[in-house]
Every structure is written in C-alpha cells, then in structure tokens.
C-alpha cells in the first residue's frame, strides 16, 4: 500500500505552522488602563460612533470616569458586580467602561430578556447595584470627577464580566471573564 501526500512541503508548512502560529504579545495591563492610555494619546480621535452619535476618546474617557467615580460611592469595587441593562447606545459603552474603570465587573442584562430571565440573573448575580436609562438618567454626576480612578485591587485577575448562558438545564448559568482575559479578547481582535 502505498502513501500519497496530498499537500507540497509548502502546503503543509502553510497550514500546519504558519496559519497556526497564534502566539502573539498581550499587554500586562487591565481594559481601563489602556483605555485611559489611548485617551491620552489621541484625545480628539473619534472613539465611538453609534447613529448620528461620534463621541472622542476624550469625551468618553471623562464620561466613564464620572460615572465610574459615582459608582464607587455605591459600593462598586474589584469582585463586585454591576448589572447593566441598557439599550445598545453611547450611554451603554459609557456604562461598561465606568464599571471596568470602578474595579467591578459587569453583568450585561438585555432589556428586551423576559422579566423571570432578568429576575434570575439579578438574584443569581447579586450585584451591588444596577445601571438602567431611568437610574442613569436620575444619576447626578456634576460633582464627580472626570480624572481616572485610582483603584486598588483592579488587576489581570479581577472579573471583568460575567456574562449568563443559557445552559443545559433552562437555567442560565454565569461565567466569569478576567480582566486579562478581556484585553486578550481585545488585542485579538
């Protein structure tokens, strides 16, 4: 019996060792910090656009960091949970970056999810509080400062979300996402 191969050397090396080579470096630091960093560098720069909406890294990073500091005066620290269930919007991506900058982890809640789903995952989750357009629109961040956070005890380590499945069972099931892992996400992205 014989044996054909049915790739070139050059075939195989493609595929076996250049389409797998995945590696690749991935920075030390959390989401808020890199953020925070590319705010500084390219403040003017369009950041986020959504609609007729184009906010700048600038404008974003001090919005989130108004709220992130409103946030902590709520209890908001790393290994605490905010639930967050807003619409997709500017105010959602403000919403999540506070939470991330506030050294919690966010639990996305989809408003449109039916109310026992919702109710599950708020019970399940036990977040310190949670963020929804009418608590965000009685939220009054004038005396809240639009500088970084320093926040002990954010690290690589730290939940960055926890993000409910639907699981085997019917019953959604949480699963929790680093900091690093989140940045690894991103830098592959």
């Given at each position: 019996m014989a044996r054909v191969d049915l790739l070139s050397g050059d075939e195989r090396h493609e595929v076996l060792d250049r389409a797998n080579a995945t590696a690749r470096d991935v920075p030390s630091a959390t989401v808020p910090e890199l953020f925070a960093a590319r705010a500084a560098a390219t403040p003017d720069a369009p950041a986020l656009a959504f609609g007729e909406d184009t906010v700048s890294y600038g404008e974003l990073n001090a919005r989130a960091?108004?709220?992130?500091?409103?946030?902590i005066e709520r209890g908001a620290r790393p290994e605490s949970l905010v639930a967050v269930a807003l619409p997709r919007s500017v105010d959602l991506m403000v919403a999540l970056l506070a939470v991330l900058k506030s050294g919690a982890g966010y639990v996305p809640v989809d408003p449109e999810f039916p109310q026992d789903r919702i109710a599950y995952i708020l019970q399940d989750a036990a977040p310190v509080l949670s963020l929804t357009a009418d608590v965000l629109a009685a939220a009054?961040?004038?005396?809240?400062?639009?500088?970084?956070?320093?926040?002990?005890?954010?690290?690589?380590?730290?939940?960055?979300?926890?993000?409910?499945?639907s699981g085997s069972t019917g019953r959604p099931k949480g699963v929790t996402v680093t900091q690093a892992a989140l940045v690894n996400f991103l830098t592959a992205m």
């Open positions: 960091n108004r709220l992130a500091h409103w946030l009054d961040l004038t005396g809240c400062s639009a500088d970084d956070p320093q926040v002990a005890g954010r690290s690589g380590d730290t939940t960055a979300y926890v993000i409910y499945t």
